[in-house]
C-alpha cells in the first residue's frame, strides 16, 4: 500500500472515530490532557488501529528509501 493511501485511511479513521469522541472529551475535563491522551494510546480500540497504521506507514517509507 502507498504511502499517500495510508495516510488517507488513518486521517479517515481520526475523523470518523476521534473527532467527537465522548471518552476523550470526559477524560480530558475529569483528569488532564495527557490523562486522555495517554488512554487514546493504550486502551482505545481505534488508537490501537492507529498504532498499526503508523507502523504500515514506517513500512512503507523504508521500502521506498531501499528503492
Do not use: W
Request: net charge positive; with cysteine.
Amino acid at each position: 500500500m502507498s504511502r499517500t493511501n495510508v495516510l488517507k485511511e488513518i486521517e479517515e479513521i481520526l475523523q470518523h472515530y476521534c473527532t467527537d469522541c465522548f471518552l476523550k472529551k470526559h477524560f480530558r475535563k475529569m483528569y488532564s490532557k495527557t490523562y486522555a491522551h495517554q488512554f487514546c494510546i493504550n486502551q482505545c480500540t481505534v488508537g490501537s488501529t492507529l498504532k498499526e497504521k503508523g507502523k504500515e506507514l514506517l513500512n512503507t517509507e523504508k521500502t521506498g528509501l531501499n528503492r
